[in-house]
């Protein structure tokens, strides 16, 4: 059973930065896709970034330049480093492992942006 868990959310002002963490753990393959997705209040959820274990990067144009995903393939855990963050950045991220055709979905954090 795939589990995966978010850490780093939190109460930030605009302009200050935050790390987001997700560690994925159970029956990993090795080749997969991890990322962020985020939900804004009254909004669908969107994707934020992600990254395959080949390397391979798409960012929402939204975040572009602002935001970085990385991953230690080592430890099955992906980053979302967030700076110049905004208050439209406000939301729930949730981090996704794609494999083997299933999503898998951490249970969310809470990103809250005050201008």
């Given at each position: 059973q795939v589990q995966l868990v978010e850490s780093g959310g939190g109460l930030v002002?605009?302009?200050?930065s935050l790390r987001l963490s997700c560690a994925a753990s159970g029956s990993i393959f090795s080749r997969n896709t991890?990322?962020?997705?985020?939900?804004?209040?009254?909004?669908?959820?969107?994707?934020v970034a992600t990254l395959t274990s080949g390397g391979s990067t798409n960012y929402a144009d939204s975040v572009?330049?602002?935001?970085t995903i990385s991953r230690d393939n080592a430890k099955n855990t992906v980053y979302l480093q967030m700076n110049s963050l905004k208050s439209?950045?406000?939301?729930?991220?949730?981090?996704?492992?794609?494999?083997?055709g299933a999503d898998y979905w951490g249970?969310?954090?809470q990103v809250t942006v005050s201008s």
């Amino acid at each position: 059973q795939v589990q995966l868990v978010e850490s780093g959310g939190g109460l930030v002002q605009a302009g200050e930065s935050l790390r987001l963490s997700c560690a994925a753990s159970g029956s990993i393959f090795s080749r997969n896709t991890m990322g962020w997705y985020r939900r804004a209040p009254g909004k669908q959820r969107e994707l934020v970034a992600t990254l395959t274990s080949g390397g391979s990067t798409n960012y929402a144009d939204s975040v572009k330049g602002r935001f970085t995903i990385s991953r230690d393939n080592a430890k099955n855990t992906v980053y979302l480093q967030m700076n110049s963050l905004k208050s439209e950045d406000t939301a729930v991220y949730y981090c996704n492992l794609f494999m083997l055709g299933a999503d898998y979905w951490g249970q969310g954090t809470q990103v809250t942006v005050s201008s």
